[in-house]
């Protein structure tokens, strides 16, 4: 294969924890978690000890707990989730007690999962392909004010409580020029159903997402 050749391949990870949640995590955003259950526990700390990021996907059937079912084949509930999610890299950890870990970690590339496998203690496995990051597209004229009100929402919440500024998504740095950024941000912080924000994230198009979203705004009355 040729230099070109392989620059231009996809990237592949083999083995890719995933974390299957009942939300969407996408790039750039930040995600609290709270790790408690024996399978993530050992995960995060493999994560944590290797510099390694792990895979947010987003439930279709299932909890983000393991339930116990007493006639499925495993013995627990099944679990499934869509094959494209968002790596996630871990900034920050706390350990306040024995059992319980608290992470906050912050979505970088997409991805889409070729295979997964579920391992005799329940946690997920992976072999995926990395998605090429996405470009930045200027926000045009006529979204502008899509960006401009999502500036004033934070400057209120700054305002109002300023202590709530690290539970956000959005964190610095901000790319207010940046629409697949602008898009990003509002579909973290409106209440939109998980299915929807998932089809949000994999949409390929920054500019088609940022004049979605514009229209959710104003079909939800926000004002902009």
């Known amino acids: 294969m040729s230099e070109a050749a392989e620059?231009?391949?996809?990237?592949?990870?083999?083995?890719?924890?995933?974390?299957?949640?009942?939300?969407?995590?996408?790039?750039?955003?930040?995600?609290?978690?709270?790790?408690?259950?024996?399978?993530?526990?050992?995960m995060i700390n493999r994560c944590i000890k290797a510099g390694a990021p792990f895979g947010v996907v987003c439930l279709t059937e299932g909890s983000e707990v393991r339930r116990i079912d007493p006639d499925a084949p495993t013995g627990f509930a099944r679990e499934a989730f869509h094959p494209v999610g968002t790596l996630a890299r871990i900034d920050q950890v706390e350990r306040p007690q024995?059992?319980?870990?608290?992470?906050?970690?912050?979505?970088?590339?997409?991805?889409?999962?070729?295979?997964?496998?579920?391992?005799?203690?329940?946690?997920?496995?992976?072999?995926?392909?990395?998605?090429?990051?996405?470009?930045?597209?200027?926000v045009p004229e006529h979204l502008a004010s899509a960006?401009?009100?999502?500036?004033?929402?934070?400057?209120?919440?700054?305002?109002?409580?300023?202590?709530?500024?690290n539970d956000l998504p959005l964190q610095p740095p901000y790319h207010w020029d940046d629409?697949?950024?602008?898009?990003?941000?509002?579909?973290?912080?409106?209440p939109l159903p998980a299915e929807l924000k998932q089809r949000l994230m994999v949409l390929d198009n920054p500019l088609l997402r940022l004049e979605l979203v514009s229209d959710l705004l104003d079909r939800m009355g926000v004002e902009r």
């Open 147 to 165: 960006r401009d009100a999502l500036r004033r929402v934070l400057d209120n919440l700054h305002e109002r409580d300023p202590g709530t500024m």
């Open 179 to 190: 629409s697949g950024w602008v898009a990003n941000r509002w579909a973290e912080l409106l």
């Open 98 to 138: 024995a059992g319980l870990i608290l992470i906050r970690c912050r979505g970088q590339q997409r991805f889409h999962i070729r295979s997964s496998q579920q391992l005799p203690h329940g946690l997920w496995m992976g072999d995926v392909t990395l998605d090429t990051p996405e470009p930045r597209v200027p």
């Open 7 to 42: 620059a231009a391949a996809p990237l592949t990870l083999s083995q890719l924890p995933l974390f299957p949640l009942g939300t969407v995590l996408f790039p750039d955003g930040w995600m609290p978690l709270r790790i408690f259950e024996v399978r993530y526990l050992d």
